[in-house]
């Protein structure tokens, strides 16, 4: 009985982890920069805007003109917008996955290690 026990437990534990890892974003190791652009985990819908910032220059709310529906992306650089919940001022340029409209997405939405991505071209 006792090896019953330790097998059941044993596979809950395999099956938690193996839950874990599905429901984990994707990890700054799946993250490479090539030829200047970037290649990483992103969050699934993440709003790109028109501007590399939560605000227009006016006072308005920066337009959302797509959004990323896949969770590994492709961005072609990067700048230095507005603040945004990440702690920096770094967004990435890319298009989107329902209009194909470029635009920016906040570096809080992509899982790099550390924002600029080496090896990332600045816009």
Do not use: E
Not at 19 to 44: E, K, Q, V
């Amino acid at each position: 009985m006792g090896n019953i026990r330790k097998i059941g437990m044993t596979a809950a534990l395999t099956l938690a982890a193996s839950a874990a890892l599905m429901t984990a974003p994707a990890t700054a190791a799946a993250c490479y920069a090539s030829n200047g652009n970037l290649y990483c985990g992103n969050a699934y819908n993440a709003p790109i805007y028109a501007g590399p910032n939560y605000t227009a220059p006016n006072g308005n709310p920066q337009r959302v003109v797509d959004r990323l529906l896949t969770t590994q992306s492709y961005f072609k650089c990067y700048v230095s917008g507005g603040q945004h919940g990440g702690g920096n001022k770094i967004w990435y340029y890319t298009y989107g996955d329902v209009t194909g409209q470029w635009g920016y997405v906040a570096a809080v939405n992509v899982w790099t290690s550390t924002d600029p991505f080496p090896g990332v071209s600045r816009c």
